[in-house]
């Protein structure tokens, strides 16, 4: 082969190497930006977490509902971003079989965290699904400490919960106090499911009406009022040491 022929061989594989690493590159840069893993399955309604949403603390249970009766074999699991099991805790079919929660034990650090889980149904089929939600703990500071105090009172005027984000100690009793002539109500998530911690449902509050709930274990609460959530009016509490 021909000097010149050998150089131009060599120039053409320079190319081919660096379109090869360009082209690698930006496939990488492209699937790291690829859309987060929601994977419905029949009969899914919604869930707590709800997909992509972001926590400023713990959720004390993963909560999944179905318009489906659930059958054994449901589970749910917890994996951080490097794919490893991130949480415990029990497994439990509630709401007249159409809930299916997992309580979480031990620690979450911030970060993004996917809940794969496998929906079983009474016929002995089961398919699975997936979602994802953060914690960013930053975001504690639009919070109100109300830490150590044995009782927080919260106002219920102007379709809003005043405060409408506060963070108590464990065995803190919430009472929320309706000061306007609307009724309200207070509901754990989601709306119109209520399953994620059902001792925060209330009934309809009237003027002058109270509702109270403690609050024992760490995580975080999100709650609304199921007549007025297209108003915004929603609250939040965490509970933290």
């Known amino acids: 082969m021909k000097k010149p022929q050998i150089l ?9 190497i660096f379109i090869s690493f360009f ?3 930006n496939f990488k840069k492209d699937t790291s930006l690829a ?3 929601f994977v419905k399955t029949p009969h899914f309604l919604d869930s707590t977490p709800m997909h992509d949403e972001i926590y400023v603390a713990q959720p004390v249970n993963i909560t ?5 009766d659930l059958a054994t074999g449901s589970e749910i699991f917890v994996v951080d971003d490097q794919g490893q099991q991130a949480a415990t805790g029990d497994i439990k079919i509630e709401d007249s079989n159409t809930a299916l929660k997992k309580d979480l034990t031990g620690q979450l650090s911030d970060g993004k965290y996917k809940v794969m889980y496998k929906a079983c149904w009474p016929d002995g089929s089961c398919h699975d699904g997936s979602f994802e939600f953060s914690i960013d703990s930053k975001k504690i500071s ?8 044995g009782e927080v009172t919260v106002k219920m005027t102007g379709l809003k919960y005043e405060p409408e984000k506060i963070i ?3 065995e803190t009793k919430i009472v929320w106090e309706n000061l306007e002539d609307i009724g309200h109500f207070v509901n754990t998530e989601t709306h119109p499911e209520h399953t994620y911690f059902p001792s925060q449902n209330s009934r309809e509050l009237k003027l002058g009406d109270i509702f109270e709930t403690v609050f024992e274990k760490p995580g975080q609460y999100n709650y609304h009022c199921s007549a007025h959530v297209p108003e915004g009016m929603l609250g939040a509490i965490v509970v933290a040491n």
């Open 23 to 25: 082209i690698f590159n």
């Open 64 to 68: 999944i509902n179905f318009d489906f």
């Open 35 to 37: 859309p987060s893993s």
């Open 142 to 149: 639009e919070y109100l400490d109300m830490r150590g105090r």
């Open 168 to 170: 108590i100690s464990p």
């Open 8 to 16: 131009n061989l060599l120039l053409l594989i320079i190319v081919v």
